[in-house]
Every structure is written in structure tokens, then in C-alpha cells.
């Protein structure tokens, strides 16, 4: 069973990492040559500031933001819980967490050289979040599978002990 868990999630990561490399990479507008970079961590929130004092559309621009970075921080999820499926060695919740941010560097650096998209460091954190947030629910879920188990052996002795 282990093993056939093993290899569903090393598939699903597959097809996960397929699916991240086309929206991110793949799908890039190359007639658009500027290369934005956003070094700042959250800058959004100063810009948010600015435009609530000009008086302009804060609410438009929050649900853009807030969309941007939930997109982000979902769509690395999966790669939090399959990771420690697939692989014994990515059990521990930094080494996920190292590997998720890793990956999302390299698509940020990728589409920076191929221009065309807005290389942002609220990305990463994000992404790495959203890696995070996956390793926790698969902890939760590994906890539940491991109370149940436990539950059914307590339960499964009381009934021996009452037969005997």
C-alpha cells in the first residue's frame, strides 16, 4: 500500500510540476520585452497606502492583490503534501519548505530572462508559504491516520480482553 501511495504521488507531483512550468513559463508574453523586477518584500502594501490617499479604487486593487497572492500561495500546495509522499527525505517541514522556495526562485529567474512577466519576491514568499501551509496538512492528515490507527488497536484489544 505504501508503495502505491509512493508512486500516485510522485505521478501527481509530476503532473503538478507540468502544470506550474506552463503557467508560469510557458504561457509568458514575449512581445512584451520589459522585465519588471520587485525586489521588495510586500511593497504592495505601501502602494495600497498611496492609492487609498489618492482617493482612487482601493477595493479594485485589493482583490488583485489578495487574488495574486492567494493564486501563489495554492498553487504550491500541492507540492507541500506530495513532496513527503514521494519521498522519505522530504519528511521534515524545512526541507519542503527549502525546496518549494528553490523551485519558485528558478521560475522567477526564468521568467526573468525570457521578459515578459513580473519578476516579484511576494511570489516566492508565497509560493514558499503555500509549500509550508501543504507539509501542514499532510502532518494533519498523517496525525488523523495515526490516531485512527491507534483508536482502532486500543479498540481491538478491549475487544480480545472482553472475549477472553
Given at each position: 500500500m505504501d508503495r502505491q501511495i509512493r508512486k500516485a504521488a510522485i505521478l501527481l507531483l509530476g503532473i503538478w510540476l507540468i502544470i506550474i512550468s506552463w503557467?508560469?513559463?510557458?504561457?509568458?508574453?514575449?512581445?512584451?520585452?520589459?522585465?519588471?523586477?520587485?525586489?521588495?518584500?510586500?511593497?504592495?502594501?505601501?502602494?495600497?497606502?498611496?492609492?487609498?490617499?489618492?482617493?482612487?479604487?482601493?477595493?479594485?486593487?485589493?482583490?488583485?492583490?489578495?487574488?495574486?497572492?492567494?493564486?501563489?500561495?495554492?498553487?504550491?500546495?500541492?507540492?507541500?503534501?506530495?513532496?513527503?509522499?514521494?519521498?522519505?527525505?522530504?519528511?521534515?517541514?524545512?526541507?519542503?519548505?527549502?525546496?518549494?522556495?528553490?523551485?519558485?526562485?528558478?521560475?522567477?529567474?526564468?521568467?526573468?530572462?525570457?521578459?515578459?512577466?513580473?519578476v516579484d519576491i511576494d511570489d516566492v514568499l508565497m509560493n514558499g508559504l503555500g509549500t509550508g501551509l501543504g507539509f501542514c496538512i499532510y502532518q494533519i492528515g498523517l496525525f488523523l491516520i495515526r490516531t485512527a490507527t491507534i483508536g482502532e488497536s486500543i479498540n481491538s484489544k478491549k475487544r480480545r480482553l472482553a472475549a477472553d
Open positions: 503557467i508560469t513559463l510557458f504561457n509568458l508574453n514575449y512581445a512584451i520585452a520589459v522585465r519588471i523586477v520587485n525586489g521588495i518584500p510586500f511593497l504592495w502594501i505601501a502602494e495600497l497606502f498611496q492609492i487609498f490617499q489618492s482617493g482612487r479604487a482601493v477595493l479594485f486593487y485589493v482583490r488583485l492583490v489578495m487574488k495574486g497572492l492567494l493564486i501563489n500561495l495554492w498553487m504550491f500546495a500541492p507540492a507541500g503534501f506530495l513532496m513527503p509522499l514521494a519521498f522519505p527525505a522530504f519528511r521534515n517541514g524545512k526541507r519542503v519548505i527549502a525546496a518549494g522556495l528553490l523551485f519558485s526562485i528558478l521560475i522567477e529567474s526564468l521568467q526573468f530572462m525570457h521578459g515578459g512577466r513580473v
